[in-house]
């Protein structure tokens, strides 16, 4: 990117704008197909980080994504035309691009992508060479050619590496790391990828240790496209061989890339030199934690008479904090000052949560602590806040210390929740000159002391306690004064259309519905330049994708509920997803813990935990030819037996989730009692899955 790039982008990043490409060829005093290739440049670096690219619509019109926002961040970690660099950052800066390229690169070169001028360069020169060798590498020089690094493609990419190990640290003014952080790409696949792998091969990285590793793998699927490939290695056998093969076999696919044997025999080293911690026991219950979740959630919406069983996050957060209060000792939390004020002004939810506190105490073996209790109470305190306040429309400003990326990853975050129509990101030492008919508050990562505007402070991540705090401040505003007469203006989605589209169609044409849908999914979604990703069916598959037409069975005759739970398996057992050891399992936990599998009237899902045999993510529905009981006094007799096979805390969890929403419609379970044939059942599940699922 050069400087004028960088200055297109900010012309672009102004939303209520709207820009042609003549307008950007005589502000630049260029040609239309400079400006051109300037957009072209711009898209490569959005489409690497799966942003929307540009678009030219008629008369040169350029179309900006909803996400465009965030190249700046990008922008701001890449080019430095608004930031000083000092020495130091120049020098390991210089250093990266030189070892990142393959071909030469001359000083000009070096100046135009750090905004400095030739003769700072050749300045600089011997000190970039100087900490290029520190790193066994040789600088050669070329007339007419420039400059570029010559050694082992090991050493390269382990010197990248330590450029670049503080890029996800709070330093946020550390320039090269954060360089060597956009350098090292598909974050996001290759973060999947690997946590699958640590799963599957029982091997659990510390965070220093996945977070290094993420960064090699990023730098090295960036080396492979531009076609540098590790060196001969000498081959020695080591226990993380087979996880290295794997999880390049997947990087390879996914990221269209081809390796080598030196590529695994490297990786393998790696991760043999890798840190890593044991599995906890808790760990391995994850399902049958999540189980209990969602009977502690539908109890809590029943008692409190406010149904908060479709809050996804709730289900997740709740579920993911259960797990250390399943433990023989109680879990010890920090002292937080919050967490008496918000149960002083919640007593009616505290008194909810302790009337269903029975059934997790059964499960965990002890009675919970009051501090257990606080704890579970805040979380059913933070869903109830987002549910009330997405109905109130609020303007707010949102204010960081920690760059724009940091600002709109929190703005989404709070748009997800709240109604919010957020007006403005600004940076905190720009809040004094905020004025109160600009927002009703300010949300801000930091004190704002000489801030004439009513705000909360919140954490970048944005936590439960966080919710509340924003929660108590809308509280207070509307005690305090009239609600604002407005109504938020919400961006067009492809999921907001869907949601939409999809009563009205199965509404106006039932026996067509499913059919329509798909075909309307396919459209909206390509006109929003989104796709149901392959990688997205592997990771977290939905229902349908679990149950399909293969792995259902009708009138299944069983003499008991062992038996049932035998036959539900057969499938996955027969395919490879579960080993023999995985039934057997199933049914001594079920004769340990009682009929907790039971999740709704006549409706079972057995399961165990993440070592006792399970080998791929998976489920298997059988409908019985009669009922039999599981000795669940509520909810017997047993018609229908889904066995589930989880091999994580969440691949699953989104097929499970809307699993049981699903069952809470009286209409679908009928449909499924009555169909005549796999297919038939297959096809009850996606359709209604599509109508329960946010999509």
């Not at 209790?373 to 009330?388: M, P």
Request: proline share 3%.
């Amino acid at each position: 990117m050069n400087k004028r790039t960088v200055a297109i982008i900010n012309e672009l990043n102004q939303p209520d704008r709207q820009v042609q490409i003549c307008d950007l060829a005589e502000q630049f005093q260029v040609s239309q197909r400079t400006i051109r290739n300037d957009l072209n440049a711009i898209n490569e670096i959005l489409q690497e980080n799966d942003l929307m690219p540009l678009e030219l619509k008629g008369g040169g019109l350029i179309q900006r994504g909803n996400d465009f926002g965030q190249i700046l961040e990008l922008v701001s970690e890449k080019d430095y035309y608004v930031y000083r660099l000092s020495k130091e950052e120049r020098k390991k800066i210089a250093a990266a691009m030189l070892i990142s390229s393959s071909e030469y690169i001359t000083l000009s070169t070096i100046a135009d992508n750090l905004f400095v001028s030739r003769a700072t360069v050749i300045n600089d020169l011997d000190d970039i060479k100087n900490y290029i060798r520190s790193g066994n590498l040789e600088v050669l020089s070329h007339p007419n050619k420039g400059l570029r690094v010559d050694g082992k493609e090991s050493d390269k990419r382990l010197f990248l590496m330590n450029l670049g190990d503080s890029a996800d640290s709070q330093n946020a003014d550390d320039a090269a790391s954060k360089y060597i952080s956009v350098q090292a790409g598909n974050k996001i696949t290759i973060q999947k990828i690997v946590g699958e792998q640590e799963h599957l091969h029982k091997s659990f990285l510390t965070d220093d240790s996945f977070q290094k590793l993420l960064l090699y793998l990023g730098i090295m699927v960036n080396r492979n496209l531009q076609g540098e490939y590790m060196e001969v290695r000498k081959k020695k056998d080591n226990s993380k061989y087979r996880m290295a093969q794997d999880i390049l076999k997947y990087i390879s696919q996914y990221c269209q890339i081809n390796t080598t044997e030196d590529e695994v025999q490297f990786l393998s080293e790696m991760l043999l030199m890798a840190r890593y911690m044991k599995q906890k026991s808790t760990e391995r219950e994850a399902v049958k934690i999540q189980l209990i979740t969602r009977a502690f959630i539908e109890s809590i919406s029943e008692e409190l008479e406010i149904n908060l069983n479709s809050d996804y996050d709730f289900f997740e957060n709740l579920s993911n904090h259960l797990e250390s209060v399943f433990t023989a000792e109680p879990a010890v939390y920090p002292e937080n000052p919050l967490i008496k004020e918000v149960l002083e002004d919640n007593q009616d939810v505290l008194e909810v949560v302790k009337n269903q506190l029975g059934s997790l105490s059964q499960h965990v073996g002890r009675t919970l602590t009051e501090d257990e209790t606080a704890y579970i109470t805040i979380h059913v305190c933070a869903a109830l806040e987002r549910k009330k306040n997405k109905e109130i429309a609020f303007h707010v400003i949102v204010a960081c210390h920690g760059g724009i990326g940091t600002s709109q990853l929190l703005m989404e975050k709070l748009k997800k929740h709240f109604n919010f129509q957020i007006v403005d990101i600004i940076s905190s030492h720009e809040a004094k000159n905020i004025t109160a008919d600009q927002a009703d508050f300010i949300i801000s990562t930091v004190p704002l002391p000489d801030c004439r505007l009513e705000y909360v402070i919140v954490s970048a991540i944005l936590n439960d306690e966080d919710y509340i705090r924003v929660g108590n401040k809308i509280d207070a505003l509307r005690n305090s004064r009239h609600l604002p007469s407005r109504v938020e203006s919400r961006e067009l989605t492809a999921k907001g259309l869907l949601e939409q589209l999809a009563p009205v169609v199965y509404q106006t044409s039932p026996e067509n519905a499913q059919t329509l849908m798909k075909e309307i999914r396919r459209v909206v979604r390509t006109y929003f330049k989104q796709s149901a990703e392959a990688d997205a069916e592997i990771f977290s598959p939905d229902l349908h994708h679990l149950l399909m037409e293969s792995h259902i069975q009708l009138d299944i005759e069983c003499s008991d509920w062992k038996d049932a739970v035998q036959k539900s398996a057969k499938k996955l057992l027969e395919e490879g997803y579960i080993e023999e050891r995985y039934i057997d399992a199933m049914i001594t936990n079920i004769e340990e813990n009682g009929p907790y599998v039971v999740i709704s009237k006549g409706f079972a899902v057995p399961h165990e935990g993440l070592e006792q045999g399970s080998v791929k993510v998976g489920m298997n529905l059988i409908r019985l030819k009669t009922p039999v009981p599981f000795d669940d006094e509520e909810n017997d007799p047993v018609e229908f037996v889904c066995c589930l096979s989880a091999v994580d805390h969440k691949t699953h969890l989104k097929a499970f989730f809307n699993l049981v929403n699903m069952l809470q419609n009286s209409e679908f379970k009928e449909k499924l009692k009555s169909c005549s044939s796999p297919s038939e059942a297959a096809h009850i599940i996606e359709d209604y899955e599509y109508r329960t699922a946010e999509y």
